[in-house]
């Protein structure tokens, strides 16, 4: 299997620019988590679906993010509008079931509001 | 809202030396993950450790886990310099908690 698969690697935009990032989970994996990592604050969980369904947004730090899952195989993490405190590095991770499942993570979106 | 506290947060030894980092949190979890990261790239698991008393080792890293002091260690054997890297250990209860991570320099 390739793993998790995220796009893209890296990604500049200026502040009020919508951003959308892509992951394609591990297939046969029921659970899909976005987190976003930066020095200050570490690594956050911001949501979680389980079999495409969110089970908890309680990390999404405001309405500008959002988070869908339309199947199994795909989901994407949209900041609109963005601003320069969203720079972060966006990771994907899946598992097979949630509850304590190996997670495995994507090489993860480097993101650079300015 | 469970709490996981790493440390040392930084951790600079050289070669061949013993250290150990320590992992605590604040509730009671019987499923704890070790990850390691390297610079500019993602998360890799290393060890689960699923019940009071479990030990993995792999290589010169030696992961352990008392539950009843909700405590955790990562023991690193005669270090070498590959193994200079971000540690964090993840602590579940329905869902993983990550610590704040020990960044870890092996100087040779």
């Known amino acids: 299997d390739a793993g998790v698969i995220q796009s893209p690697r890296h990604e500049v935009t200026e502040m009020g620019q919508e951003v959308t990032l892509r992951c394609k989970p591990i297939?046969?994996?029921?659970?899909l988590f976005w987190y976003r990592q930066t020095m200050m604050r570490g690594l956050e969980l911001l949501i979680y679906f389980n079999n495409n369904v969110p089970i908890d947004d309680s990390g999404m730090p405001e309405d500008r993010f959002s988070a869908k899952m339309p199947n199994a195989s795909f989901s994407t993490l949209k900041i609109q509008p963005s601003e320069p405190r969203d720079s972060a590095v966006y990771f994907c991770?899946?598992?097979?079931?949630?509850?304590?499942?190996?997670?495995?993570f994507g090489p993860g979106t480097r993101l650079t509001v300015t | 809202e469970l709490k996981v506290e790493q440390n040392p947060l930084f951790l600079s030894m050289q070669e061949g030396k013993n250290y150990t980092i320590y992992c605590n949190y604040s509730t009671t979890s019987d499923r704890l993950y070790w990850y390691r990261q390297d610079p500019g790239k993602s998360l890799e698991s290393l060890f689960v450790l699923l019940s009071n008393g479990a030990v993995k080792q792999e290589g010169r890293l030696m992961a352990s886990l008392d539950t009843k002091a909700r405590l955790s260690t990562l023991h690193i054997t005669a270090a070498v310099h590959d193994l200079s890297a971000t540690y964090f250990c993840?602590?579940?209860?329905?869902?993983?908690?990550f610590g704040t991570g020990t960044s870890l320099t092996v100087i040779p």
């Open positions: 297939s046969g994996h029921n659970s």
């Open positions: 993840a602590v579940v209860f329905n869902q993983f908690y």
């Open positions: 991770a899946s598992s097979l079931f949630t509850g304590g499942d190996e997670q495995y």
